[in-house]
């Protein structure tokens, strides 16, 4: 973006065309009293020619593409804890003593204006905020290939990194390319950027972090609360008939006196088994959205105890769970363990729900939105997961 419209022509950069969406678009020119035909390429000729003719001022374009580059399709957040004794240092350290940190390390402290860098030649620091005690937020940026249709694009990619320094984790939100090449052109997971990005922080601030299984039983706990409150009503009607499953219970029993209650539940199975039946038969009910439920469950993935994945040959591994027969045949298993290795779930809201899947496995936990996602969606996603953490 130009410091000077008068001696240079706006024209907005190519890779910024993908990062911008275009409902977002419409609303900024709508805003802006920018006639438009709405669809994409017209509506970025139209900013374009609105910039340039001093019609949209460069505060609000500024504001309205780092908006753009910092939500939307940065969509996917790695997570993982630091080792506390480490971390203690930061907490009581000031702003200016982190930025010499920084600095100490080799890292200019910018001028956090994450537009004005464009395709750094190494991993370039383009953003510093620090709270001292208690957040330290840090933006790099550094310059991939991405194989489009016809060509090889340069483009930034963006790394938005938030030390939480009184919870003693860090978290990197990123853009999940699936086309991002290395200098052989074979296909770069966007996991590998995590760890990058993990180094670099130890480098500068020397701190040591730990094994994120334990964020396994946040996905337990998550799925938990979702079933668990969608399912109560079917479990209250089966519970109403404990006289007739008692009165059941015993005279089949006595009819098959071979079955020991010691060895098996025969009361808690029936129990179960009508709960179950109830659950499956109703099974639209579970997504229906009401004051007390967060979301729904949609799959999951689990490993048994040995640390091997249940039904791991079955067609059924992580298929929804209304088609699933390994969701209540391994229940009480999963129930025993409280863990949960994958889980997709949507989240309410006053909108359409939030799609979201979450893996937690030894080096991170992954939070993962499918779809272009909004700074308010985001951060209420987010703050529901944390509040899931904090309480696990």
Same mark, same amino acid.
């Given at each position: ?21 275009? +409902? ?11 006639? #438009?035909?709405?669809?994409? =390429?017209?509506?970025? %000729? ?64 910018? #001028? ?13 620091? +383009?953003?510093?905020?620090?709270? =001292? ?7 790099? @940026? ?10 090889? %694009? ?16 860090? %978290?990197?939100?990123?853009? =999940?390319?699936?086309?991002?090449? #290395? %200098? ?19 480098? @500068? ?15 337990? !706990?998550? +799925? ?15 519970? +109403? ?87 209540? !045949? ?25 799609? #979201? ?9 992954? @939070? ?25």
């Amino acid at each position: 973006m130009p410091e000077n419209k008068t001696d240079q022509i706006f024209k907005l950069r190519g890779y910024l065309h993908d990062y911008i969406n275009s +409902a977002s678009l419409q609303i900024f020119l709508k805003d802006q009293g920018v006639n #438009n035909d709405g669809l994409k =390429p017209g509506m970025i %000729s139209a900013l374009e020619d609105a910039v340039n003719e001093d019609e949209i001022s460069d505060s609000d374009l500024y504001l309205f593409l780092d908006k753009e580059i910092r939500f939307g399709r940065h969509r996917t957040i790695f997570i993982k804890d630091i080792a506390e004794s480490d971390i203690s240092t930061l907490k009581t350290m000031s702003e200016d003593e982190i930025k010499s940190i920084i600095i100490n390390k080799g890292f200019a402290i910018p #001028n956090n204006n994450i537009l004005s860098v464009e395709l750094p030649d190494t991993t370039t620091l +383009a953003e510093v905020i620090i709270e =001292p005690g208690s957040r330290i937020y840090l933006t790099f @940026i550094e310059t991939v290939k991405v194989l489009k249709t016809e060509t090889v %694009s340069r483009e930034n990619n963006f790394y938005f990194v938030e030390i939480d320094l009184e919870n003693s984790r860090f %978290s990197v939100r990123l853009y =999940p390319r699936s086309k991002q090449i #290395n %200098s052989r052109n074979k296909i770069v997971p966007y996991s590998i950027h995590f760890f990058n990005i993990e180094r670099t922080l130890k480098r @500068i601030f020397g701190f040591s972090t730990i094994q994120t299984t334990h964020y396994k039983n946040t996905l337990y !706990d998550i +799925a938990n609360d979702f079933t668990q409150k969608a399912e109560q009503k079917w479990v209250n009607k089966v519970n +109403a008939h404990d006289k007739a499953l008692d009165d059941f219970t015993d005279m089949m029993l006595t009819k098959l006196p071979d079955i020991k209650p010691s060895e098996f539940n025969l009361r808690n199975k029936l129990q179960k088994l009508l709960e179950r039946a109830l659950i499956q038969s109703n099974f639209d009910d579970l997504k229906q959205q009401h004051s007390k439920k967060k979301g729904y469950l949609r799959k999951f993935n689990f490993s048994d105890s040995t640390g091997g994945v249940v039904n791991a040959s079955s067609q059924e591994r992580e298929r929804s769970i209304d088609l699933s027969e390994i969701y209540y !045949d391994t229940k009480d298993t999963i129930d025993q363990l409280k863990k949960y290795d994958k889980v997709w779930v949507y989240w309410f809201t006053d909108g359409e729900p939030i799609e #979201n899947r979450l893996e937690a496995n030894d080096d991170y936990l992954e @939070i993962h939105f499918f779809k272009h996602i909004s700074q308010e969606d985001l951060f209420y996603v987010l703050s529901e997961i944390k509040d899931f953490i904090s309480s696990s």
